[in-house]
């Protein structure tokens, strides 16, 4: 089985662009969620979503935005880049979340220059 | 409000020698807790889980965690430390709920030959 698949790996921006991640979850998985991590701040949580539906929501602001396809994919968007924004963003699947384990990408690791 | 804690930034062991990593986390209700791995540059691998059952948990590569209710600890443990367990360790709770997963700070293990 697939594991979880996030696109790019490397991604090197300037600040006041967007950007646009993407991940592919594991077959079957219906819960996608992201993370910001960072050597001060740790993992954070940016948000879940399921079957299409953004669950949940961490505390960052209306910059941070995502959305999530009929086949459970996802991408999430971060619009007039900062530098602080960069950071590796990691992305997780399971099947509905709750007491299910999620399974983790590898990351995006995004550079704001 | 969930929350976790990591009290060791680093943990250093001799390779043969136990290995123990701490978490105490606090959440209403009955939790589910989970401990993840991360390499450099890499995303999050998980190594077990406690929904209910049995306090004592047994996950991937030797690892096993023990539950504490009433000191509200989930301490990760591997008998014999090996060189290549050298990685971060996370501890993550969600409550029973669902919700997102809350991670601790993160901890360092050194074991070295």
């Known amino acids: 089985k697939a594991g979880v698949t996030q696109t790019p790996r490397y991604l090197i921006k300037t600040r006041g662009q967007q950007v646009t991640l993407s991940c592919s979850p594991i077959s079957g998985h219906r819960s996608v969620s992201w993370y910001q991590q960072t050597p001060g701040q740790g993992l954070q949580f940016l948000f879940e979503?399921?079957?299409?539906?953004?669950?949940n929501k961490g505390n960052f602001p209306g910059r941070f935005s995502g959305r999530q396809f009929s086949n459970s994919r996802s991408e999430m968007n971060v619009s007039t880049l900062e530098l602080g924004d960069s950071a590796l963003y990691l992305c997780a699947s399971s099947p509905t979340g709750g007491y299910t384990e999620a399974f983790f990408g590898q990351g995006t690791r995004l550079t704001v220059v | 409000a969930q929350s976790v804690a990591q009290p060791e930034d680093q943990v250093n062991v001799a390779e043969g020698n136990p290995l123990t990593v701490k978490c105490t986390y606090s959440?209403?209700?009955?939790?589910?807790l989970f401990w993840y791995v991360q390499y450099p540059n890499r995303g999050l691998q998980f190594l077990l889980k406690?929904?209910?059952?049995?306090?004592l948990v047994k996950g991937s590569y030797g690892f096993e965690a023990e539950f504490n209710k009433s000191q509200t600890s989930f301490h990760l443990k591997k008998p014999s430390a090996l060189v290549s367990d050298s990685a971060l360790y996370f501890c993550?709770?969600?409550?029973?709920?669902?919700?997102?997963?809350?991670f601790g700070a993160g901890t360092q293990v050194v074991v070295t030959p």
């Open positions: 406690y929904i209910t059952g049995d306090n």
């Open positions: 993550a709770v969600r409550g029973a709920w669902g919700g997102k997963l809350q």
């Open positions: 979503y399921f079957s299409e539906t953004q669950r």
């Open positions: 959440v209403s209700g009955n939790p589910y």
